[in-house]
């Protein structure tokens, strides 16, 4: 079962080590991590995505929550949320494939942000599964490296909120 | 005022007697400012049993057991002793000298990243970066160690941060944090839930933990055990929640414990269990236990409830302030039946040894030690067979039994004890331990001599590391790797050494008077008692 855990910590240097040190030491799963400051400086917000049985998703949510730099943990499934992830893609390309690879981003709904005579970098920001899909897509060309930052993601708006 | 007297001041604020530790360059200054006070230093002869003495301390005081380290080696020294006390859940505070904060990353001379280290052991950690932060830090962590769960703190600071001069020193009256607020009042409705189910239960029992020890619960248990005549059987870090010969108590579970005991346990159609883990020495198979029963799981610990073993009460809460809110209802629960039953279990199902009669019967031996010691004294037994013997055994009166159950630290017994004598002067205090876990520690007996600290010992010495060659025995046909303890010092010579008395019994022939005069000295004894090699538990 996938999980996404999004966890408010203390913006203090050793929490995200602390966090990620949680998850090794039980051998928890980490899907992805994403850390950002949120609209308080003294608080960033962790996005885990983690996988396991219904014990360890409930264990993770409470054994996060004893850590000290934990200010709160929210755990929603990936229905209920808005996720995305952004990946930049650096491929080579010539000028036989340059059309090919071009009809895919359009496809993908992806960006070529940057560019020279024969590499190109490739922006996607959407669900994993798309962003899994355009790597696969793009394998036939020569992928030089890739960066993505993990998944973001927030529970979707209810008007109880 | 410098950052060392600030510490000092804190350390005061909070009533702390004594500071067991072990200087070095990065702590010197905490240990200059430390001349001034009344606080008692107590020097330890290895880091290691530093945390040892400050958990025997903390578990018979109630109190935050305090030691301070050096950097470096001083300070990883220090963690098998806060990994022992986080694991049975023993509030500490650790102080670590480090060095100079500029250098810290550089990997100069002495330079462990303690803080890093020790993560998976403590409950919290501190780098101090500002000198100004101490009081409130000195709060938080004895506030943090002393609460909830309990648990080790270890606070790491910068031999410059120990030389800054304070702003100003005010010592906090009050912890704010956000993120800790434990839970120590049970929810009104599972309470209810609990009654609803005794009320309906025809075997019910409890099944205490080393939580109920530290939440102070043991009259509030022992009184709810008695008005509703329901069994209790503990987990080795229980026992002495209740005393061993009370009516209601049937013996100690797990896979070291009374037969008649996991019998009552699993025979149980209503089992609670308060401030015990599940842990596998406890239940070999936590899944099974709830098969046949409800299950009520009391802790202070949301996250133990649910861990090893779903619960169909869970109740978060302190056990003191539970049982005192159960006392509060009244309701009616009866089970005569069951009582009769494990009456009859707990008369027919006792262990039978064959003890060899040119040895000192370990068993025979411990129970008739502990029927020889006062009504309150504390008994420490270490890690080893010795450990089982003397949970199976040993005899609880109105005193403790302190031994670690959790991370099962060979040593543990002699510095506990020496924290615990030194907690309550007053009380009679026996360390057991064998050939193996003595060797161990045995270092302090300086300490004990330097200090005057009348602890007792008493070494079950069979020349072998006993606990293993059974697993051996058992699991490798007697196949014996690394047990042979026979290079170990001849204790007599050892003991005069430190200038102890020393006593020695080779069988069970007047043993009993020998255990009287073991315990009337004034002062510390070493008895050897020699027991049968292949000996089992």
């Given at each position: ?161 | ?21 072990y ?19 107590i020097l330890i002869r290895t880091?290691?049993n530093?945390?040892?003495a ?328 270490d ?28 040593g543990?017994s002699i510095p506990?004890a020496m924290?615990?004598k ?8 026996v360390a057991?331990c064998g050939d193996g876990s003595f060797q161990m520690s045995m270092m302090e007996l300086a300490t004990m001599r330097q200090f005057h600290v009348p602890v007792k010992i008493i070494v079950l010495k069979?020349n ?21 303890l026979s290079g170990s010092p001849d204790l007599e010579k050892l003991a005069m050494a430190y200038d102890m008395k020393f006593m020695r019994l ?12 073991f315990?009337?000295q004034d002062e510390s004894v070493l008895m050897e008692c020699v ?7």
């Open positions: 079962m996938k999980k996404i855990y999004s966890v408010l910590v203390e913006n203090r240097s050793g929490v995200l080590c602390k966090v990620a040190g949680l998850f090794s030491r039980r051998s928890y799963n980490i899907d992805s991590l994403a850390v950002g400051e949120t609209d308080d400086p003294a608080v960033s917000c962790m996005t885990i995505v983690s996988s396991g049985d219904e014990r360890t998703i409930e264990q993770i949510e409470k054994q996060l929550n004893k850590k000290l730099d934990v200010i709160k943990v929210k755990t929603f499934d990936e229905t209920a949320s808005v996720s995305r992830e952004l990946m930049l893609i650096k491929v080579k390309y010539n000028k036989g494939n340059r059309r090919d690879i071009m009809e895919t981003c359009e496809i993908m709904k992806a960006d070529i942000v940057d560019m020279s005579k024969n590499l190109m970098i490739i922006q996607i920001c959407d669900v994993p599964e798309k962003t899994n899909l355009l790597i696969k897509m793009l394998q036939s060309v020569s992928v030089v490296e890739v960066a993505r930052t993990g998944t973001l993601a927030l529970p979707k708006c209810m008007d109880t909120e | 005022m410098i950052g060392a007297d600030a510490i000092v001041k804190c350390l005061e604020e909070e009533g702390v007697e004594y500071v067991f530790g200087p070095g360059v990065a702590i010197c200054p905490f240990y200059n400012s430390i001349l001034e006070s009344d606080i008692k230093t880091e290691q530093a945390a040892h400050a958990s025997g301390l903390a578990r018979v005081s109630g109190k935050v057991g305090v030691c301070a380290v050096t950097s470096g080696p001083g300070a990883t020294n220090v963690i098998t002793g806060i990994a022992t006390a986080f694991a049975d859940s023993i509030p500490l505070v650790c102080i670590t000298g480090q060095v100079n904060s500029e250098l810290i990353g550089s990997d100069v001379f002495q330079e462990a990243d303690i803080t890093g280290a020790v993560e998976s052991f403590v409950k919290y950690s501190y780098l101090v970066k500002d000198v100004n932060d101490i009081p409130r830090i000195f709060k938080e962590a004895f506030y943090i160690a002393n609460s909830g769960r309990r648990g080790p703190v270890l606070i790491d600071v910068p031999i410059d941060i120990q030389r800054a001069a304070l702003k100003k020193f005010a010592y906090p009256e009050t912890v704010n944090l956000r993120t800790y607020k434990p839970t120590v009042k049970g929810h009104a409705v599972q309470i209810k839930k609990v009654i609803g189910e005794l009320a309906k239960a025809k075997r019910p029992i409890i099944c205490t933990g080393g939580g109920v020890l530290l939440s102070g619960a043991q009259e509030e248990l022992r009184a709810f055990a008695e008005k509703y005549s329901i069994p209790v059987v503990s987990t080795m870090m229980g026992i002495g929640v209740m005393p061993t010969k009370h009516p209601m108590y049937y013996g100690m579970v797990g896979n070291n414990g009374k037969p008649y005991a996991n019998r009552a346990m699993n025979e149980s159609d209503l089992l609670i269990m308060v401030g015990a883990r599940v842990a596998d020495r406890a239940v070999s198979q936590p899944d099974l236990i709830t098969e046949n029963k409800i299950l009520v799981h009391i802790d202070v610990d949301p996250a133990e409830i649910g861990k090893n073993v779903g619960a169909s009460i869970p109740l978060v809460g302190d056990a003191k302030h539970i049982f005192e809110d159960i006392a509060k209802e009244e309701f009616t629960c009866e089970h005569e039946e069951w009582i009769t039953t494990l009456n009859h279990y707990r008369d027919t199902m006792g262990k039978k040894r064959n003890p060899n009669p040119d040895y000192v019967d370990p068993a025979e031996f411990i129970r008739l030690l502990s029927e020889q010691m006062e009504d309150d004294a504390v008994y420490v037994a890690v080893g067979q010795n450990q089982i013997w003397s949970c199976s055994y040993h005899i609880v009166k109105n005193g403790r039994f302190l031994t670690t159950g959790g991370m099962g630290t060979m543990y506990a924290g615990a030194l907690a309550c002067p007053g009380r009679q205090v057991v069979n072998y590391l006993g606990m293993v060659r059974e697993f051996q025995h058992y699991n490798y046909k007697d196949h014996y790797s690394v047990v042979d080779f069988t069970m022939e007047n043993v009993e008077a020998a255990i009287a005069e315990l009337a027991i049968d090699p292949m000996d089992l538990v």
